[in-house]
């Protein structure tokens, strides 16, 4: 009987022992104390990141993923892109500060928006060195569209408030379920443009605080985790709910944005290469600012 609880002594001594090492090897501001600690918390944001990560972001991305460019087909097909003279008159747009900015921008995104994807179906990918790959340039294209943010803001922000013609292009949305060349009220920026700009300016603004918190999701977050009032576990899973509903729409209007200026009109890519848009496309499908430009001799 003596021998038993000796046996049974050491074996707990051990596994205490084991405990307090594993601890203090694994403990961080995410794993090992703060795990437990936060176990009371669950209800918080536990519960709901466990049934969006599960059920949900992935079949957001997916339809994200398939709507676009299956309507996106199917506009083409039926309807076709607009095809504007490329022999005519050129009208300025932008500036080469704004050129280089907004293909920064461009750039990261297309780095930015494909491996989010892939993060996002990290199970079906199997996970490993590709996702983890896909990760690092995910947070490497980061900092490149985060120096374009503010530049582009504080150039476009005053002709991206709406107006009475962004209701107009909204009730014929842009023409662009027309074959027909009529004139389309809206100024240098069109609704579409304008909604873009709001979605991916302040948007990404967003995105980038929430990315850098999961990107470093083992550094010490406490002072942004207690000025919330939460435990950093429950701010890197508000932080994964707010970035993953964001990426969504973020990731379905890009797309849109590059059918829009890549196919669904022929050639209006090249603005944001020399800065000029085409005098007949702006006459067509920025009629308000067109009238503008005549009025004050600019065309």
Known sequence: MKKRWIVLLSTLLSMS?????SVSQFDSPLYGTAMLNAIPNYHAFGEVFTLLQREWFWKGFLIALFLVPVAGGIHYLLIGPKVFSHHGKKVFAFSVLMRVMHNLA???FLVIVPTGFVMAFGD????????RICKNLH???TPVFAITVLPMIIAWIRDMFPNNDDVKWMMIVGGYLSKEKKPVPAGKFNAGQK???WIAMPGGIVMIITGALMFFLNKDLSPVATMLGMSQIDLLRLSAIVHNILGMVVATFFMVHVYMAAIAIKGAIHSMITGYKEEEEVAILHSSW?????????V
């Open 290 to 298: 067109y009238k503008k430009l005549k009025e004050e001799g600019k």
């Open 139 to 141: 947070g490497l294209a």
């Open 106 to 108: 461009a750039l990261s």
């Open 195 to 197: 909604a873009w700009f």
């Open 124 to 131: 079906f990918f199997g996970g490993g060195m590709f996702v």
């Open 17 to 21: 022992s084991l405990y307090a090492i």
